[in-house]
T-cell receptor, first 116, second 112 residues
Framework: DTEVTQTPKHLVMGMTNKKSLKCEQH?????MYWYKQKAKKPPELMFV???????INESVPSRFSPECPNSSLLNLHLHALQPEDSALYLC???????????????FGEGSRLTVL | TQLLEQSPQFLSIQEGENLTVYCNSS?????LQWYRQEPGEGPVLLVT???GGEVKKLKRLTFQFGDARKDSSLHITAAQPGDTGLYLC????????????WGLGTSLAVNP
C-alpha cells in the first residue's frame, strides 16, 4: 500500500465555520507534511511532523491548527478562515530515514478548499 | 536562502516535439527530485537524482543532475498529450530540517 489518503476531496466553508482535513498513510513513514497550493504554483510548506512531533511551522496563521494523533494520521483543523485561504491542501509523507534529508515525498490527492 | 530557478514556466508544444526543462541554483543540493502533477491531483514523484553528473531515464524522459549538484534538467523526447501537466523540481538541501526547495514549476501542454 503506497497511498496517502486525504478526506474530504472538496470542502466549502464559511468564514465562521470550523472544519478539519484528514490525512492517513500506512507506509510506516515517520515524517508527515501539510502543504498549501494555488493553481499552477509550487506547493508551499505549512507544517512538518517528524516522529509525531511538530518540527516545522512556516509561520502559518493560528486559524490553521495541525494535529498528529499517531504515526499514520495527520489532521488540519480550520477555523475562521479567509477567502484567500481557498486553495488545494496537500498532505505528504516521507520515510525520514535520517534526521536531515527530507527524502522522497508521497502526496495525497489533496483537499480542494473553498472559503466563502 | 536557497533558491531553485525553473524554466520555462509555460510551454505549449505539438505532439512529437522534444523539450527540455531546467532547474538551476547557486546552492548545492544533496539530491534533487522531479515531480509531475495533473489537474486535481497531488504531485507524483518521477525520479530522484543524487550523484553529480547522474543521468536517469524513464521511458521518453531523461533526467540529468549537474556535476556540481547545483542544477538539473528534464528532457522529454517525442512528447505526447499524456505528458501534459505541471512539472516541479525540488531540491533537498540536507540541512537540519525537512524542507524541500521548490522550483516555480513548468506548465506543459502537449497538443495532439
Amino acid at each position: 500500500d503506497t497511498e496517502v489518503t486525504q478526506t474530504p476531496k472538496h470542502l466549502v466553508m464559511g468564514m465562521t465555520n470550523k472544519k478539519s482535513l484528514k490525512c492517513e498513510q500506512h507506509m510506516g513513514h515517520r515524517a508527515m507534511y501539510w502543504y498549501k497550493q494555488k493553481a499552477k504554483k509550487p506547493p508551499e510548506l505549512m507544517f512538518v511532523y517528524s516522529y509525531e512531533k511538530l518540527s516545522i511551522n512556516e509561520s502559518v496563521p493560528s486559524r490553521f491548527s495541525p494535529e498528529c494523533p499517531n504515526s499514520s494520521l495527520l489532521n488540519l483543523h480550520l477555523h475562521a478562515l479567509q477567502p484567500e485561504d481557498s486553495a488545494l491542501y496537500l498532505c505528504a509523507s516521507s520515510q525520514a530515514r535520517t534526521l536531515t534529508n527530507t527524502g522522497e515525498l508521497f502526496f495525497g490527492e489533496g483537499s480542494r478548499l473553498t472559503v466563502l | 536562502t536557497q533558491l531553485l530557478e525553473q524554466s520555462p514556466q509555460f510551454l505549449s508544444i505539438q505532439e512529437g516535439e522534444n523539450l527540455t526543462v531546467y532547474c538551476n541554483s547557486s546552492s548545492v543540493f544533496s539530491s534533487l527530485q522531479w515531480y509531475r502533477q495533473e489537474p486535481g491531483e497531488g504531485p507524483v514523484l518521477l525520479v530522484t537524482v543524487v550523484t553529480g553528473g547522474e543521468v536517469k531515464k524513464l521511458k521518453r524522459l531523461t533526467f540529468q543532475f549537474g556535476d556540481a549538484r547545483k542544477d538539473s534538467s528534464l528532457h522529454i523526447t517525442a512528447a505526447q498529450p499524456g505528458d501534459t501537466g505541471l512539472y516541479l523540481c525540488a531540491g533537498d538541501g540536507g540541512g537540519n530540517n525537512r524542507k524541500l526547495i521548490w522550483g516555480l514549476g513548468t506548465s506543459l501542454a502537449v497538443n495532439p
